[in-house]
């Protein structure tokens, strides 16, 4: 749990990531990243990522850092919501929601199938 303030969730977050920098550590992909992403590319290794993309024909996935990253400015503080924007916040980042949403809408629009 972090504060609920989002400036203050943020600025926390941003924290920790540059202390697991400073001890020579990596953060762990399934969560959020607050990096820039050139500070991303610089922990992480791009240029093998890249080659694996090439390898198997990934290149039109969004990255990993497209997946972990967030928009800091776009995202709202929830307790500045309106009712109706809190209930499709809160509809859509509650788990499994958005990630059925997701293979629902790749099954339909067939993106899953790769083109060579």
Known sequence: MGPT???RFVDVNRK???KVREL???KCLYAHAYYTE???WDIYDRKSYEELRTKYKAGSLP???DKVK???RSAQDVSNMSMGEW???TF???WPTSGLYGVYRAAMGRDYLLKD
């Open 24 to 26: 020579h550590g990596l």
């Open 70 to 72: 967030v928009d800091v």
């Open 5 to 7: 303030n989002h400036d």
């Open 16 to 18: 920790l990531e540059h």
């Open 92 to 94: 859509w980042s509650t």
């Open 63 to 65: 990255t990993v850092y």
């Open 87 to 89: 209930v499709k916040h």
């Open 38 to 40: 050139d500070e991303f």
